[in-house]
């Protein structure tokens, strides 16, 4: 039986090729600190343990890094070998999810470190109100998106468009913010059954975890999401130009 502990995935495994550094991208700075160093920071009050989803030639490196960052927390790391997508880097980690079979296993993209503390909060509030749905996420009304929910008339979620595998793209559009929050049967049971099911993607050939949305409604489970708090907090840093702006947004906020 689930206990109320909230664990936190972090796919971590990009090397960071498109911010032309040879650092590994969890350890490239955003305003001067790496960027799993924000992470521990937005979300240490908020969830009990951290498992960090690594590539094998720097789980070393990054090891080190947080221990060193943050020794007071329960930090693990699971290995993703191979580039094969987020859904697969989601479910390498099950191992040591399953450790304590949590309440709640939220998900965040390593290089999403823009995430305002009011939305973590609402996130919390509306996990526990809503503890038996699958997945509840923040979504972002996005100009010139690069993720699109496409809903139907009733609201739910049917569809996915993403700019990276070619789809067509709406002018404004619904992004997720990477950041999202899975009841325990949702990652351990309907996250698996997803993966069995669904195939490549064609235009990166990797296996997305987006999908899974859409993939709930289409199996008559629940979707819940609310607005973000700032558009800004869905800007994932993949390229010099993301992190210029991110940098700009986060001491912006500093100020405030």
Same mark, same amino acid.
């Given at each position: 039986?689930?206990?109320?502990?909230?664990?936190?995935?972090?796919?971590?495994?990009?090397?960071?090729?498109?911010?032309?550094?040879?650092?590994?991208?969890?350890?490239?700075?955003?305003?001067?600190?790496?960027? !799993?160093?924000?992470?521990?920071?937005?979300?240490?009050?908020?969830?009990?343990?951290?498992?960090?989803?690594?590539?094998?030639?720097?789980?070393?490196?990054?090891?080190?890094?947080?221990? +060193?960052?943050?020794?007071?927390?329960?930090?693990?790391?699971?290995?993703?070998? =191979?580039?094969?997508?987020?859904?697969?880097? !989601?479910?390498?980690?099950?191992?040591?999810?399953?450790?304590?079979?949590?309440?709640?296993?939220?998900?965040?993209?390593?290089?999403?470190?823009?995430?305002?503390?009011?939305?973590?909060?609402?996130?919390?509030?509306? +996990?526990? /109100?809503?503890?038996?749905?699958?997945?509840?996420?923040?979504?972002?009304?996005?100009?010139?998106?690069?993720?699109?929910?496409?809903?139907?008339?009733?609201?739910?979620?049917?569809?996915?468009?993403?700019?990276?595998?070619?789809? =067509?793209?709406?002018? !404004?559009?619904?992004?997720?913010?990477?950041?999202?929050?899975? +009841?325990?049967?949702?990652?351990?049971?309907?996250?698996?059954?997803?993966?069995?099911?669904?195939?490549?993607?064609?235009?990166?050939?990797?296996?997305?975890?987006?999908?899974?949305?859409?993939?709930?409604?289409?199996?008559?489970?629940?979707?819940?999401?609310?607005?973000?708090?700032? /558009?800004?907090?869905? !800007?994932?840093?993949?390229?010099?130009?993301?992190?210029?702006?991110?940098?700009?947004?986060?001491?912006?906020? /500093?100020?405030?």
């Amino acid at each position: 039986m689930p206990n109320r502990e909230t664990v936190l995935v972090i796919p971590a495994a990009g090397a960071g090729t498109r911010l032309q550094s040879d650092t590994p991208k969890v350890l490239s700075a955003v305003n001067g600190r790496p960027m !799993i160093d924000h992470l521990l920071d937005r979300y240490r009050n908020t969830v009990q343990r951290f498992v960090l989803v690594v590539h094998p030639s720097f789980a070393s490196r990054v090891r080190e890094h947080v221990k +060193s960052a943050a020794p007071n927390l329960h930090v693990e790391y699971a290995q993703q070998p =191979a580039p094969t997508g987020m859904l697969d880097a !989601i479910l390498v980690a099950s191992d040591q999810v399953a450790a304590s079979r949590p309440d709640r296993v939220w998900i965040t993209w390593c290089d999403q470190v823009g995430v305002h503390p009011h939305t973590v909060a609402t996130l919390s509030r509306m +996990s526990a /109100e809503h503890r038996d749905v699958p997945i509840v996420l923040p979504t972002s009304r996005q100009a010139d998106p690069y993720i699109h929910l496409e809903r139907d008339g009733d609201g739910r979620i049917v569809a996915i468009r993403q700019r990276r595998e070619g789809d =067509a793209m709406p002018a !404004i559009g619904e992004s997720d913010m990477g950041l999202f929050s899975l +009841s325990s049967d949702a990652y351990f049971d309907l996250l698996p059954q997803f993966g069995r099911e669904t195939t490549e993607a064609r235009g990166t050939r990797e296996r997305n975890f987006l999908p899974f949305v859409p993939w709930l409604t289409s199996h008559g489970q629940g979707v819940v999401t609310f607005p973000s708090t700032n /558009e800004m907090e869905a !800007i994932g840093v993949n390229t010099p130009d993301d992190r210029h702006r991110l940098e700009h947004y986060l001491r912006e906020l /500093e100020r405030r």
